[in-house]
């Protein structure tokens, strides 16, 4: 996915030969609507593998979509937003019940399973594709948004300012089918325990409390 691991990826296909060039299922994840009572949020925080797993923890969340948002080119590929000129962010769009979990705790566990102070980039991940944003759809969320950025702020828990872009949501792409779900899937990969695993652990930490129980412990 990252600098590093899309040169070992593409030594590996390199290696296999064409016919295995890509991963098994290439094809796009669909975007599902909103079930009955279900609101839905959409986040971008630097890799949407350990974002999609850290929002799947949260209590109240029902399912998260990997995709592509904020940006100008329709129905993206992974490949093309890697290439920096989509103005997509990897991003995810959250399905959840506003009766267990409210969209302001959301956007406060957001706040900490990455590092919103990290102005496009996150750790060794580089380009607007990993910025952190939030993605509101009406003038309340837009508020909870601003209001939770300055609690987190007045916290001092960053030792920087939060830059986080908060800005309209106008769509979200889903993301290849390979991309959903990584995070459990290859839980061997070195990007998932060097990188992904320190944000969700963070993320649990700070908000033990939004946690689901079989991940409050």
């Known amino acids: 996915m990252k600098k590093i691991s899309l040169l070992f990826l ?63 080119t329709v129905r993206p590929t992974y490949e093309q937003v890697c290439e920096k000129n989509t103005g997509h962010a990897e991003s995810v769009q959250i399905y959840y019940d506003p009766k267990v979990i409210s969209y302001a705790q959301l956007v406060n566990a957001f706040l900490y399973a990455h590092n919103p102070t990290e102005l496009n980039y996150q750790g060794p991940d580089e380009g607007e594709d990993y910025r952190s944003a939030i993605f509101y759809r009406t003038p309340e969320e837009k508020a909870a948004a601003e209001a939770e950025i300055r609690k987190v702020n007045a916290t001092h828990h960053y030792d920087k300012a939060i830059v986080t872009e908060v800005t309209a949501y106008k769509v979200l792409y889903p993301a290849e089918v390979y991309h959903q779900g990584y995070y459990r899937l290859h839980p061997e990969s070195g990007y998932i325990q060097s990188v992904s695993v320190p944000k969700v652990m963070k993320m649990r930490k700070a908000v033990p409390s939004l946690l689901k129980p079989e991940f409050a412990k």
């Open 10 to 72: 593409s030594i590996i296909w390199l290696a296999v030969g064409c016919a295995n060039a890509l991963p098994e299922d290439h094809s796009f994840a669909k975007l599902p609507a909103p079930g009955p009572g279900e609101k839905v949020a959409t986040f971008a925080g630097g890799c949407f593998w350990a974002m999609s797993e850290a929002m799947s923890e949260l209590k109240g969340v029902n399912k998260v979509v990997a995709g592509y948002s904020g940006g100008i």
